[in-house]
Structures are given as structure tokens and as C-alpha cells.
């Protein structure tokens, strides 16, 4: 979807050991690198994933408030005592839904 | 009784008067989170278009970050350069670090391989600069001139003097709705020409709604989609500058439970033990928490800055 694969965020671990020199760590340290690198990845990994959801998310709660305040400065303005507020939340309700529905039709 | 009347309304009065005199909690909390008033300014500086161009601390901040920023990382290149060490060591190795991995692991993934070079740069800077803005407010500088120039130098507080001018408001420019609000615009345009650049002006705004339903649908869609248009940099704005003020607002309002027990009770010993058994620890806790915060809302800014730059490139519907 996002059009390339997980970009590994430490490469060098895999090919280091502790020391810094190639083939001079022992197994245990090769070991700890190797688990180190694959929980950053996965990590990494997750990060990246959970990008689009934290965007739909953000956009829902934005939305609702945006929206709700938009409404809330049309009661004071034109004294139309919560129509504008009740209106500007459904339609942020309905902004934010929309956002988040087409984060999950993406996915 | 009107004598009585009259008793209790100077005894109110007297309390109202107490009250004011006494700490108020609140007042402290706002005076330090918000900015320096347009009356205070760091530097005055003429109306133009009737707008009061004064600098305010939260001005000042942004211009130290920035200069900050450029001094550190272009002496850190212009060095790393002149050397001309293949591979590089200490900040500038930590400098390459970052630049590779925002590069690789929040553009690349959004942006694509075509255009990552050309919006690095952009999400780069944007996270670089929040993250010392966010960072900066949490050293206490002013705070520590402020104690300087009360203990040391004898100066009250209502002297003129520049450091009292500085304690004016917070050191947090990211606590700033206006700040967060010019990030989110500079995100705002930068989708629209990031879809521009990768479809066409036209097709960028055609791409906003699927094509191929009937046209009743696009007099929903087409209002619906400009709202969230809108709607994205603004969940920029509020999240950055609300997360930015609500751990300043968590830990003043701990440490103020040293002045509110010492006046309820009277007792500055009471004060002082609420002081070392919870709020001081629970403030330490939620610096400490504040840390990671500082670092994980300019990833999270720059992150969704990434995602919606690349919405506008890599459309499907």
C-alpha cells in the first residue's frame, strides 16, 4: 500500500559485533545483537504501521473538535442557543468517520 | 442587624482580600504555561498592519531554536566536511544517525522511493525544530536566573530589571497554539504541493474524491472531503500544543501542594513534608515522563506529517 517494504533502522547491528570489529564478538554478544536488531525492527515496524491509524485517529478527535467549535461560534455569533453546536459535532462526526473509514478501506 | 450586615460583608471582603494576597494556584499555573503578555514584551517593537510585532518570550524562544539549530548543525557538517573522514564520529555520527533514520523510517515508508529526497528535507527540519523547542522548555533557565536574581543579587519582584522581564510566561514555544497552528499550515501546504507535484494542480484536487459515482454522492463527498482538509492540520495543532502544556500543567499543579497545605493549614513544616514525600517525587516521576513525551511528539508530528504528505502522493481509492 504504502508502495516499498520495512526499512531496517539499524543496520549496522547485524553486521557488527560488540567490539566493532567483524568476527572478534563471541556468540553471546552476536546473539544479544541479533535479538537487539530484530526488537528494534519489529518495533520499527510496528511504528511505521501504526502510522495511518494514528492519523485517522487524530483526524476523528480534530474533527469532532474542530467542527464542534466552528458550530459553537456560530451560536454566540448568530444566538441560536446549541443548534450550531449540536450541528457542527454530527457533521464532525461525520468528517471524522469518513477519514477513518477510508484508513481502513486503504488497508 | 444592619450593624451585623455590615460585619459580615467586611468579613467577606477581608477573605476576598486574603485570597488575593494568598497563593493562587491557578494564576501561577496559567502565568507559566501561557506566554509573556504583549504588555510585558522581551523587545518592543512598532504596530504594523495593526499588528503588535513585539517580541514575546515565546518569539525569543523560536529565534534561540532556530539560531541554535542552524550554529550546531551546520558547524557540525561544515567540520565533519573539512575533515574528509569517510565515516564520521561522535555528533556528527549522531547527527547521520537521525537524518537516516527519519529518512528511512517514517519518509520513505509514506513518501515512496521517488520523491523521498525531496520531502526528507522538510520532515527533517520539522522534527529537528520540535524536538529542541519541546526539549528547551523543560531546562529551567529563567527559572534559575530568576533565583539568581532574587538570592544573589537582592533584586525584588517587582524590580525592573531584563531577568524579570524573562519570568514572564513559559520557556515551551510548543505550548504556543499560534506555533503549532504555523507547523500544521506549513504541513497544510505541503500536501497540497506534494499532490501537485506528483499529479498535476487539477488532478491533485480531482484525486480529493473517488472518480466514477453518481453525482449525488459528490455534493457529500466533495464538502466532507474539504472539512477533513482542513481538519488534519488542525488535529496537528491542538495535539502537539495540548501534550506540551498538560505535563507543565500536571507538574506545577503537584508542586503547588506544598503552597496550598502550607496556607490551608497554616504550617510551612506540613507544606514542606507534602513537598518531599509526594510532590517532589511525583514531580520527578512526571519529568521523567516528560522526557519521553518531548521526544515522542515531534516523532508523532513528523510521523503524520509523512502520512498525509504521503495520502496526497500515493492516492488510492
Not at chain 1, 59 to 84: K, Q, Y
Not at chain 2, 181 to 198: K, Q, S
Request: glycine share 8%.
Amino acid at each position: 500500500m504504502w508502495g516499498v517494504g520495512p526499512v531496517p533502522i539499524v543496520p549496522s547491528l547485524d553486521t557488527l559485533s560488540c567490539s566493532g570489529v567483524p568476527g572478534a564478538g563471541t556468540l553471546m554478544s552476536d546473539q544479544s545483537n541479533h535479538f537487539l536488531a530484530s526488537s528494534l525492527n519489529s518495533l520499527q515496524e510496528n511504528v511505521r504501521r501504526s502510522g495511518p491509524a494514528a492519523a485517522a485517529g487524530y483526524t476523528l478527535t480534530g474533527a469532532i473538535l474542530l467542527l464542534g467549535g466552528l458550530g459553537h461560534l456560530f451560536d454566540r455569533w448568530a444566538t441560536t442557543s446549541h443548534w450550531g453546536l449540536v450541528t457542527g459535532l454530527l457533521l464532525g462526526l461525520v468528517v471524522g468517520f469518513y477519514e477513518l473509514a477510508k484508513t481502513i478501506w486503504k488497508a | 442587624m444592619s450593624v451585623q450586615h455590615e460585619e459580615d460583608v467586611h468579613h467577606a471582603a477581608d477573605l476576598e482580600h486574603g485570597a488575593e494576597e494568598g497563593f493562587n494556584a491557578g494564576e501561577v499555573i496559567i502565568e507559566h504555561v501561557s506566554n509573556s503578555p504583549l504588555d510585558h514584551p522581551i523587545l518592543h517593537l512598532p504596530h504594523i498592519a495593526g499588528i503588535d510585532f513585539s517580541v514575546t518570550k515565546h518569539v525569543m524562544m523560536l529565534w534561540l531554536v532556530a539560531a541554535f539549530l542552524f550554529l550546531v548543525v551546520t558547524m557540525t557538517i561544515r567540520r565533519h566536511l573539512s575533515q574528509d573522514k569517510p565515516i564520521p564520529s561522535g555528533f556528527m555520527n549522531a547527527l547521520e544517525w537521525l537524518v537516516q533514520s527519519i529518512r528511512d523510517s517514517i519518509v520513505l515508508p509514506n513518501v515512496g522511493t521517488k520523491l523521498v529526497n525531496t520531502w526528507t528535507p522538510l520532515v527533517l527540519t520539522l522534527f529537528l525544530f520540535i524536538l529542541v523547542c519541546n526539549a528547551i522548555g523543560l531546562v529551567p533557565i529563567f527559572e534559575v536566573l530568576g533565583l539568581i536574581d532574587r538570592f544573589v543579587l537582592g533584586n525584588g519582584h517587582e524590580a525592573e530589571s531584563l531577568i524579570n522581564s524573562f519570568l514572564h510566561g513559559g520557556t515551551t514555544a510548543t505550548a504556543n497554539y499560534n506555533v503549532t497552528a504555523a507547523l500544521a499550515t506549513i504541513t497544510f501546504f505541503a500536501i497540497i504541493v506534494a499532490g501537485t507535484m506528483a499529479h498535476g494542480f487539477v488532478t491533485h484536487w480531482k484525486n480529493l474524491v473517488p472518480s466514477g459515482l453518481a453525482w449525488p454522492i459528490y455534493i457529500l463527498l466533495i464538502p466532507i472531503e474539504v472539512m477533513g482538509m482542513f481538519v488534519k492540520p488542525f488535529a496537528l495543532t491542538m495535539r502537539l500544543a495540548a501534550n506540551m502544556t498538560g505535563g507543565h500543567i500536571a507538574i506545577l499543579s503537584i508542586l503547588s501542594l506544598v503552597f496550598i497545605f502550607n496556607q490551608v493549614f497554616e504550617s510551612a513544616a506540613l507544606g514542606m513534608g507534602v513537598g518531599f514525600t509526594v510532590a517532589l517525587p511525583l514531580a520527578v516521576g512526571i519529568s521523567a515522563l516528560e522526557i519521553i513525551v518531548v521526544m515522542v511528539q515531534a516523532y508523532v508530528f513528523t510521523l503524520l506529517t509523512s502520512v498525509f504528505i504521503g495520502m496526497a502522493i500515493n492516492v488510492h481509492h
